[in-house]
């Protein structure tokens, strides 16, 4: 199994920028689809981005697509989500998640493993 931690969370003002990284111990993402959800305080956990491995292709919410960009380094350790234009209905905790690979990847009951998550606030 994979061990997952966030970082890179903070306090941004809107229209800035910021890069999440989820770092992988136990193994490598390489098998497994990667995922970024968010939660806001009394919402629901919602999906943000997705990389599938069987086709190699990278999917993102309406709301953040054109903005944010989900991406791994090449060792397969590291998962990254490029956060620009923030906006303050961005700010949420943050979450990284793997999965077995399949079709499916917005249902965040599927993901298998989480990391702890990681703030971020956007101030307007």
């Known amino acids: 199994q994979v061990q997952l931690v966030e970082s890179g969370g903070g306090l941004m003002q809107a229209g800035g920028s910021l890069r999440l990284s989820c770092a992988a111990s136990?193994?490598?993402?390489?098998?497994?689809?990667m995922g970024w959800f968010r939660q806001a305080p009394g919402k629901e956990r919602e999906f943000v981005a997705a990389?599938?491995?069987?086709?190699?292709?990278?999917h993102y919410a309406d709301s953040v697509k054109g903005r944010y960009t989900i991406s791994e380094d090449n060792a397969k350790t590291t998962l990254y989500l490029q956060m620009n234009s923030l906006k303050p209905e961005d700010t949420a905790v943050y979450y990284c998640?793997?999965?077995?690979?399949?079709?499916?990847?917005?249902?965040?009951?599927?993901?298998?493993?989480w990391g702890q998550g990681t703030q971020l606030t956007v101030s307007s």
């Open positions: 998640a793997a999965k077995e690979r399949s079709v499916n990847y917005r249902d965040y009951s599927i993901y298998t493993y």
């Open positions: 136990g193994r490598t993402f390489s098998t497994y689809d």
């Open positions: 990389f599938r491995r069987l086709t190699g292709t990278t």
